[in-house]
């Protein structure tokens, strides 16, 4: 059996009941939490264990899920700033085109997964143009990974048209639908970039495999004017009437939400990804967070790509997302940081439909966890650990992450790849990228 036991931590289970245990420890057995409990550190813990790991002076919680990003646009970090979605877009996809082949995106899937898993993220919910690259990527750094073939009605990237969209998403599901690491999803853009037809499609396909649904919905006003203008019916009823809405729907942004279309979430269990960095910098506006947690919506965080928010930082995120509100209504006692962790943990398992195996420390779930440096200045004293994760804790703090019972970082080193090695390679490719807005008036 291949054991692990992790000893004296401040365990922060982020279960439902928000269990915290001062000191406690948990036994893990081939990749599955077996055991959590209190301990002083003069326990006796079974002689064939093969690896304990004290973790006195830090929190042990589970690993985080960033429901939103897109990994590889980590290679065009800080090229494209200053301007809306839309014009912010049109840019984006012509560096993009230029730049991007399978073997550049499996780099800079490297790159955004791994900045991903050094900020104590075990599963990431990535769209990008060539997901089995990313997914290449995130089996090769060991962790948790949703993502799945894109739909987009322009050829895009790579020029495909829509039947090989179609074909190499259904094409994902089959190679994956049964994996322990990866979880195959449908990726249509927008409904601003796929017309009914083939948003259809990628909900069939996705239902086919028991698989989830993810698309940006209601960023900007900008969007929900055009798809008024064309459909008649705002983003989200456009969605609902197509009947795209349900528990395995998860929604990138809904900045711009109506009452009705808040309902329609709620009624549907759809989940809402957040991303308040990208809505902040792209000046999409502030995401009506408190009012869809009141509808009973569930709440998700992601960070988006390091192109609109030129890092993966969720822990900001996090923080953005219990305050904004706050100052927003000038209520300070709404989006309490017990829910505001959630977002982060159990609410992103339930949207992945796996919050019987993910999100939060708990007899028989799977070991995907983190431990959090709390010998820190801006970590004494603490009160209440939960105010701590939510309000102070950088990424910087994390020390060791764990997939599955793996140890896929130790001491703020990534074990399983020389990230150097990557981040010369994008180095080298810097120029290149920097060229292809040449030419395009960008100032
Ligand atoms: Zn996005």
């Known amino acids: 059996m291949n054991q692990l036991i992790i000893k004296n931590a401040l365990i922060v289970t982020c279960d439902k009941n928000h269990t915290i245990i001062?000191?406690?420890?948990?036994?893990?057995n081939n990749g599955i939490i077996d055991k959590i409990y209190e301990t002083d550190s003069n326990n006796d813990f079974p002689a064939e264990a093969k690896k304990i790991i004290d973790a006195n002076g830090k929190i042990l919680m589970p690993g985080l899920i960033n429901m939103h990003c897109h990994a590889a646009d980590s290679?065009?970090?800080?090229?494209?700033?200053?301007?809306?979605?839309?014009?912010?877009?049109?840019?984006?996809?012509?560096?993009?085109?230029?730049?991007?082949?399978?073997?550049?995106?499996?780099?800079?899937?490297?790159?955004?997964?791994?900045?991903?898993?050094?900020?104590?993220?075990?599963?990431?919910?990535?769209?990008?143009?060539?997901?089995?690259?990313t997914a290449s990527a995130a089996k090769k750094i060991g962790m948790r990974l949703a993502t799945g073939g894109i739909f987009f009605d322009p050829p895009g990237v790579g020029g495909r048209t829509q039947k090989q969209y179609l074909t190499e998403a259904e094409n994902f599901f089959e190679k994956y639908w049964n994996d322990?690491?990866?979880?195959?999803?449908?990726?249509?853009?927008a409904t601003y970039t796929v017309g009914e037809t083939h948003l259809k499609e990628a909900k069939i396909l996705a239902e086919k495999y028991n698989g989830l649904f993810s698309t940006h919905a209601a960023e900007t006003i900008a969007e929900q004017n055009d798809i008024k203008n064309r459909y008649g019916r705002s983003v989200i009823k456009h969605l609902s009437d197509l009947g795209l809405l349900g528990s395995s729907t998860s929604l990138a942004h809904c900045v711009h939400l109506n009452k009705t279309e808040i309902e329609l979430i709620a009624e549907s269990s759809t989940s809402i990804i957040h991303n308040p960095i990208s809505n902040?910098?792209?000046?999409?506006?502030?995401?009506?967070?408190?009012?869809?947690?009141?509808?009973?919506?569930?709440?998700?965080?992601?960070?988006?790509?390091?192109?609109?928010?030129?890092?993966?930082?969720?822990?900001?995120?996090?923080?953005?997302?219990a305050?904004?509100?706050?100052?927003?209504?000038?209520?300070?006692?709404?989006?309490?940081?017990?829910?505001?962790?959630?977002?982060?943990?159990?609410?992103?398992?339930?949207?992945?439909?796996?919050?019987?195996?993910?999100?939060?420390?708990?007899k028989g779930k799977k070991a995907d966890l983190i431990l959090i440096d709390i010998n820190k200045i801006h970590s004494v004293p603490i009160f209440d650990p939960i105010t701590h994760l939510v309000y102070s804790t950088a990424r910087s703090d994390i020390t060791d992450v764990f997939v599955q019972g793996k140890q896929v970082m130790g001491n703020k080193q990534i074990k399983n790849i020389n990230i150097s090695d990557t981040l010369e390679e994008v180095k080298l490719m810097s120029q290149k990228i920097a060229s292809t807005l040449d030419g395009e008036n960008y100032g």
């Open 323 to 362: 305050t904004l509100p706050k100052g927003f209504h000038m209520k300070p006692d709404i989006v309490n940081p017990k829910e505001a962790l959630h977002m982060v943990t159990l609410n992103g398992a339930k949207a992945l439909g796996l919050d019987m195996a993910l999100g939060s420390i708990e």
């Open 280 to 321: 902040l910098k792209l000046g999409s506006g502030i995401a009506p967070v408190w009012e869809c947690m009141d509808a009973g919506i569930n709440m998700t965080l992601g960070t988006d790509g390091a192109i609109s928010g030129n890092d993966l930082d969720l822990w900001m995120a996090l923080r953005l997302a």
């Open 22 to 28: 001062n000191q406690g420890s948990a036994i893990i």
């Open 75 to 133: 290679l065009f970090r800080g090229l494209v700033e200053n301007l809306a979605l839309e014009e912010w877009l049109a840019k984006v996809w012509i560096a993009e085109k230029a730049i991007l082949t399978p073997k550049t995106t499996y780099t800079g899937s490297i790159l955004g997964l791994a900045e991903n898993l050094m900020n104590g993220v075990t599963t990431v919910m990535d769209m990008f143009w060539y997901p089995e690259e």
């Open 180 to 189: 322990d690491f990866i979880i195959p999803c449908s990726m249509p853009h």
